[in-house]
């Protein structure tokens, strides 16, 4: 298989992009931290659990703390970082109830008392973040927008610049 | 295994949670809609992202549209529902960057001139969603925040209020 595309949100699906991860990041935001409970709520097979939660921690995403000694017994808590990733499961919910689901299962207020509508906005100017708003600039030598270059057989590699609107 | 949670995050990612899912939506969104030009930049299976885009399709986050008759050629094109997912993808990106990538592999502008900084804010005050600043009310009866009630053996699940600010 030839090199991929260099790019962050591979990255980040690395992480938190498995099967159940982001559902084990919601359990968590909504308090629930103990193994048995996170099996219960998510519905997924408690080894594959087991392994996400593992990968969790060692990514930094999630913390294992004891909440008792005798027996031994541990719990998760959100990290720093795991906490950044609360807009990616609000978008997602939020996507998923526009398109998908009938009756919203959760509904959620936001401080200033409204009923909460999570906007991606530029930090800068506070406007949305829109199609046709944002510009690509791609860093690594030799992949543009369209991807590898120089160009193989596709006129879109073939024009692949380093700069571009995205649609 | 039991019932689930109710969720639209875990329906959300029925759709685009798959492993591929949401770096086809990264490449349709960086304009490569063939399916020759994918499987490059992306680095995935040839079956594989053959199944991703069919199911993509089907959920109408995807249009599949012919770009030529003889030889017929098709193209992935996104939909209106497919482009409100460019959000998830920014945080995601912006993610990674802040946590797993050394140097950004891609950088955006946003149209007011700055460099782009997406962040996530209530549509109603403008200000950022934060931990802490959400309210979540739990529309399915017998779901709360610690999971299903009545409860069985464990102390979260015994206290599953029906309301409850994210941590």
């Not at 931290?33 to 939660?53: H, K, Q, S, T, Y």
């Not at 930090?123 to 690594?140: D, K, L, N």
């Given at each position: 298989?030839?090199?991929?595309?260099?790019?962050?949100?591979?990255?980040?699906?690395?992480?938190?992009?498995?099967?159940y991860?982001?559902?084990?990041?919601?359990?968590?935001?909504?308090?629930?931290?103990?193994?048995?409970?996170?099996?219960?709520?998510?519905?997924?097979?408690?080894?594959?659990?087991?392994?996400?939660?593992?990968?969790?921690?060692?990514?930094?995403?999630?913390?294992?703390?004891?909440?008792?000694?005798?027996?031994?017994?541990?719990?998760?808590?959100?990290?720093?970082?795991?906490?950044?990733?609360?807009?990616?499961?609000?978008?997602?919910?939020?996507?998923?109830?526009?398109?998908?689901?009938?009756?919203?299962?959760?509904?959620?207020?936001?401080a200033?008392?409204?009923?909460?509508?999570?906007?991606?906005?530029?930090?800068?100017?506070?406007?949305?973040?829109?199609?046709?708003?944002?510009?690509?600039?791609f860093?690594?030598?030799?992949?543009?927008?369209?991807?590898?270059?120089?160009?193989?057989?596709?006129?879109?590699?073939?024009?692949?610049?380093?700069q571009?609107?995205?649609?």
């Amino acid at each position: 298989m030839a090199e991929a595309r260099p790019c962050s949100i591979a990255d980040a699906l690395a992480i938190v992009g498995e099967k159940y991860s982001l559902l084990v990041l919601r359990e968590v935001f909504f308090g629930v931290r103990r193994f048995e409970a996170m099996v219960r709520n998510i519905g997924a097979p408690r080894d594959i659990l087991a392994a996400r939660l593992r990968r969790l921690v060692e990514a930094g995403v999630l913390e294992k703390v004891a909440y008792s000694r005798r027996p031994l017994r541990h719990e998760y808590r959100p990290t720093a970082a795991g906490l950044e990733l609360q807009g990616v499961l609000h978008l997602l919910r939020q996507w998923g109830d526009r398109h998908l689901t009938g009756t919203p299962p959760v509904v959620f207020d936001h401080a200033c008392g409204a009923p909460l509508e999570a906007v991606v906005t530029c930090a800068s100017c506070g406007r949305p973040v829109e199609p046709g708003s944002q510009t690509a600039h791609f860093q690594v030598e030799g992949w543009g927008m369209g991807g590898r270059r120089p160009a193989d057989e596709t006129a879109e590699a073939q024009s692949s610049p380093s700069q571009a609107v995205l649609g």
